[in-house]
């Protein structure tokens, strides 16, 4: 019965001895292509809280005081920080756009769109809280690389399409794009909670 508690238990959540282990298994190693050391973990994980503190994907079992990380944050570690083949913000964002599409899948909700009107360059300032000057740059940017095909003036005001706003969010505002990613991505972990899955706790077995 132990048994199956703990293997149960590790549907979900995994010790860091746990987490080498299974790294080594599945021949994940560091950049310099040496096997990752308990050292190495620790600073993965530094950089996985520091990123993705609204996760809460690292935990710590009451009595004995061991730290666990959530089996969604192991995926984080092999897909994100240890992958060699993007950049770490380019693999974060593919990261969690991934993670959004499955929770979305399993709720049975309609995907979002995170882009769904036009703005003006000061709804746009708001948008990726970002100022005036950054905001031209990255419009400037995205007229030289698209001839100018989502930029159009109304009114007066200059206004980028939500096909252009995309375009920023993919290619200027990358911090911005993944930080709207993981609070939309915690509002359907808040919603997988509710629905009955486990997602931060330990089954109530400490």
């Known amino acids: 019965m ?15 001895e746990r987490i080498l282990e299974k790294l080594k298994l599945q021949k994940i190693k560091t950049k ?6 308990h050292k190495n973990l620790r600073k993965a994980i530094e950089v996985m809280e520091k990123r993705h503190s609204l996760c809460r994907w690292k935990t710590r079992k009451i009595k004995s005081k061991r730290h666990y990380i959530l089996i969604e944050g192991y995926y984080w570690l092999i897909y994100v920080y ?28 309609e995907r979002k769109n995170f882009f769904e009107e036009d703005m003006s ?8 809280k970002r100022k ?5 740059e ?12 989502y930029r159009y003036t109304k ?26 990613l993981e ?7 808040e919603k997988y909670i509710a629905a009955g899955y486990i997602y931060d706790n330990f089954l109530n077995i400490f």
């Open 132 to 136: 005036d000057k950054s905001i031209r």
């Open 82 to 109: 240890f992958q060699d083949t993007k950049s770490l913000l380019d693999a974060d964002i593919e990261f969690f756009l991934i993670r959004i599409k499955q929770y979305e899948d399993l709720l049975s909700i």
């Open 155 to 180: 009114e007066n005001q200059v206004m980028i399409s939500k096909d252009g706003i995309r375009w920023l969010c993919e290619n200027c505002f990358k911090k911005r794009y993944l930080e709207i």
């Open 2 to 16: 132990i048994g199956n508690t703990a293997r149960e238990l590790e549907q979900f959540f995994l010790s860091y």
């Open 138 to 149: 990255g419009i400037r940017r995205m007229n030289i690389d698209t001839k100018g095909i």
């Open 32 to 37: 310099n292509e040496k096997e990752i050391t």
């Open 121 to 128: 360059i000061n709804r746009l300032m708001d948008f990726f």
């Open 183 to 189: 609070q939309y991505k915690m509002e359907l972990t």
